[in-house]
């Protein structure tokens, strides 16, 4: 999770928020087994800054891969050092990418158009993401993955007066499960508090929010994620829904951790998955993107060096493997 300028920024007024809100789980997985996660070693950096002046010079970081029409697509966010954007990379394996150019940027003047969430919905690709000075989640659609066009508005705005969501909406991640769709993701109150909530949708564009949101609540004094947790990446496995988040601790080093929930909506934390043991990551292990298949989950993730809260971490993307063992 980065908390960028636009999660820090604190508005002369507050905006109302105009989301519906709602009772809701998500749908009942079946009867649940027991099990732990076994991580292969990280790969070296998959996707690498670009040249001096490219728009993904400085930053290269939240990866969303999905595979769809025979190949993966990542739309991943890169700065330049002044504004963030959304391009995509192209690869049959999942390992070897080839990027195809930036393909979402801000509004002229626009600080970010990236932090996003990919998936295929009704035969095309939709792009949930962060935008805006004050966060809010709009989408852009595509009918092959490298030409996008975008929505006039945001689809996912901001909480009411005093909501846990009030100062942004960030980090979206959209899974979809028996024909609706379920996002995941970062809320900011006006204390600057950055926890997880939930929102649902048929068609992407009409949400509304969980009514007990947050989804999850900061850690204690010491914990890897006192400081603020975003980033939530869901997938289903053994009768369960799991969470990769992305945790900051009081010294700004970021380390994805791990949560469990048999509804989707009632989580428990499980402890620190995975932190940064080489040097190009040894600050800064964020922004998990997964594909589960059965009992083995890939997971690209981003990565720095620099212990900071937004950008400049000199950021890169790279994979490791989860795989499901039954609980001793």
């Known amino acids: 999770m980065r908390q960028s300028p636009a999660l820090v920024v604190i508005a002369l007024a507050a905006l109302s ?3 519906r809100y709602a009772d809701f789980a998500l749908p009942t997985l079946g009867p649940a087994r027991a099990l732990t996660w076994k991580m292969s070693s990280s790969t070296p950096p998959l996707l690498t800054r670009g040249a001096p002046g490219a728009w993904d010079a400085v930053d290269v970081l939240n990866p969303s891969v999905v595979f769809w029409s025979g190949r993966h697509f990542n739309l991943y966010s890169g700065f330049d050092g002044r504004s963030w954007r959304t391009g995509v990379a192209t690869s049959a394996d999942g390992v ?3 990027k195809r150019g930036m393909v979402v940027e801000p509004e002229a003047g626009g600080y970010i158009a990236a932090n ?5 919905f009704h035969g095309r ?11 809010e989640i709009e989408l852009a659609e ?16 901001t909480g009411p007066r005093g909501s846990f ?11 979809s499960l028996g024909g609706v769709l379920y996002m995941f993701y970062l809320g900011q109150d006006r204390a600057r508090r950055q926890r997880l909530g939930l929102a649902r949708s048929e068609d992407g564009v009409a949400w509304e929010k969980l009514r007990r949101n947050p989804l999850l609540e900061l850690g204690g004094p010491g914990e890897f994620d006192e400081r603020g947790l975003g980033e939530p990446a869901v997938w289903t496995t053994a009768g369960w829904y799991w969470m990769l988040y992305t945790g900051r601790d009081v010294h700004e080093v970021r380390r994805i951790g791990l ?8 989580w428990t934390k499980l402890g620190v998955i995975f932190e940064g043991h080489d040097g190009w990551n040894s600050k800064v292990v964020c922004d998990p993107s997964v594909i589960a298949r059965g009992g083995e ?13 937004d950008e400049r971490i000199e950021g890169q993307i790279a994979m490791f493997t989860l795989t499901a063992e039954p609980a001793q």
């Open 17 to 19: 928020g105009c989301g």
């Open 96 to 98: 070897a990418w080839e």
């Open 116 to 120: 996003g969430s990919a998936l295929a």
């Open 125 to 135: 690709l939709f792009y949930w993401y962060q935008s805006g000075r004050l966060p």
């Open 142 to 157: 595509s009918a092959d993955g490298l030409m996008w066009t975008k929505r006039d508005r945001p689809v996912l705005p």
């Open 165 to 175: 969501d009030e100062r942004g909406v960030a980090d979206p991640n959209v899974v």
């Open 259 to 266: 949560a469990r929930s048999p509804d989707g909506v009632h």
């Open 297 to 309: 989950v890939r997971v690209w993730y981003g990565g720095g060096d620099v212990a900071r809260p």
